[in-house]
């Protein structure tokens, strides 16, 4: 078995290949633009390209690349000043992926309770369906069988719940108990809300039992549902506001960065040589993180958001309407958007390239959509005309003249 490829096979390409990017757009090497609604995983929070975060990153390209955490990087105090100046939160920890940034806060939920004299508070309460990245902990904490098969004896101190329980939830709270980690919005697991009174009722349970609450806004974040925070859907002035929070995806708008954002007390135990990262939070990073949350940040930007996403969602409704016999709903907040196939999501997904339009999976045969927060109303025009010819060549004939 000679492969014609050194890379690991660990994903299933299509035979795509892009070789530029430029806003809502990517050209593959035969010049032809496809309509990115994939973000990279909403990841390319401001589109591709963007020329301010070209000019942050060249500059700092052009001063200092990388210290380590051996000396003080001033990037950190900058982007950590924006983020809890605009959050829960009074400390950050900056990690290089998702996954990371849920190892600290998992590590931190711990610690906070062994500081405070409760080292046998060891357990995360997570929820059936959750996505918490791919290290072993990680696995562990998401639950889901198919990312932990093959890979050994599963890490302890993970309870997985099933999602929307809550007498389930109740039972569960015992001495052991650490925390709960839950993301706002499932997005790997198919684009499941959790309601805004039920993460008002997990602050309430989790300030009851003295445990702390952990978001995982790692695809949520960065403005994606048209707040900075989803979680802030939930109450404007922090009655759903959490202990702990991991970011990721859209902080670098495509430079790979996380962080563990936490409250000063909670913090407070992650003493000096108790955690540590040879990359995470370099120089080149934050220069472009600080440059996203400047611009998700500035006035009327969310705003802005926010309108795309009144329009994605009526046009998404739209094509719901119109082919019941391929769509069974629509679901989502902000720009992070799911069609719930009656198909397999796969075939939608392809008919879609077909195209030139980029979606995403997500679980419970879900088909997502996260286009830049930059996208316009002529952009999603155009995604509109593109979902229905698509649909239009799956539907039934019947349906077509219907
Ligand atoms: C993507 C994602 C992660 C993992 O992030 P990586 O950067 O891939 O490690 C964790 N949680 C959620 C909710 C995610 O969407």
């Not at 105090?77 to 998992?106: H, M, P, Q």
């Not at 059936?128 to 889901?144: P, S, V, Y």
């Not at 955690?275 to 009327?300: Q, R, S, Y």
């Not at 155009?382 to 799956?394: I, W």
Request: aromatic share 6%; proline share 4%.
């Amino acid at each position: 078995m000679s492969a014609d490829t050194h890379v690991f096979p660990t994903y299933a390409h299509p035979d795509v290949e892009f070789v530029r990017g430029e806003g809502v757009r990517m050209f593959d090497s035969e010049g032809n633009a496809y309509l990115d609604l994939t973000s990279g995983i909403a990841v390319n929070a401001l589109g591709h390209a963007h020329p301010e975060l070209i000019a942050a990153l060249t500059e700092q390209a052009g001063k200092l690349w990388h210290t380590a955490n051996l000396f003080s990087i001033k990037g950190q105090e900058k982007v950590s000043e924006i983020l809890c100046a605009n959050s829960f939160a009074d400390r950050v920890f900056f990690t290089n992926s998702g996954a990371e940034a849920l190892e600290c806060a998992i590590k931190t939920a711990r610690r906070y309770h062994y500081a405070n004299g409760r080292p046998g508070r060891v357990d995360i309460l997570t929820f059936q369906g959750a996505f918490h990245g791919r290290t072993l902990a990680t696995i562990a904490a998401g639950g889901q069988e198919k990312y932990l098969e093959g890979f050994g004896p599963r890490a302890p101190g993970f309870i997985s719940l099933p999602f929307g329980d809550h007498d389930a939830l109740h039972a569960a709270i015992n001495e052991e108990t650490a925390a709960i980690l839950v993301e706002p919005i499932q997005g790997e697991g198919g684009i499941r809300e959790v309601p805004g009174q039920c993460l008002r009722g997990l602050r309430e349970l989790c300030d009851k039992h003295g445990i702390l609450l952990i978001y995982d806004e790692v695809q949520t974040g960065i403005g994606r549902t048209g707040k900075l925070f989803a979680h802030e859907w939930a109450g404007e002035n922090g009655e759903a506001a959490p202990d702990i929070m991991a970011l990721a995806k859209g902080l670098g708008g495509g430079f790979p960065v996380g962080a563990c954002l936490a409250r000063e007390e909670v913090a407070a135990a992650m003493t000096t040589g108790s955690h540590g990262t040879t990359f995470g939070g370099n120089p080149l990073a934050m220069a472009v993180a600080a440059k996203v949350l400047e611009i998700v940040t500035a006035e009327g930007f969310l705003e802005t958001v926010r309108e795309q996403a009144i329009a994605l969602k009526q046009l998404l409704a739209e094509v719901a309407d119109r082919y019941p016999d391929l769509i069974e709903d629509v679901r989502g907040r902000g720009l992070l958007m799911g069609l719930k196939g009656k198909i397999p999501n796969t075939d939608i997904i392809a008919a879609l390239r077909g195209e030139k339009l980029l979606a995403i999976g997500a679980g419970d045969n879900v088909v997502r959509f996260a286009p830049a927060l930059i996208v316009t109303r002529d952009d999603l025009r155009e995604a509109r005309d593109k979902m229905m010819a698509a649909l239009g060549s799956l539907s039934a004939p019947a349906q077509k003249t219907a």
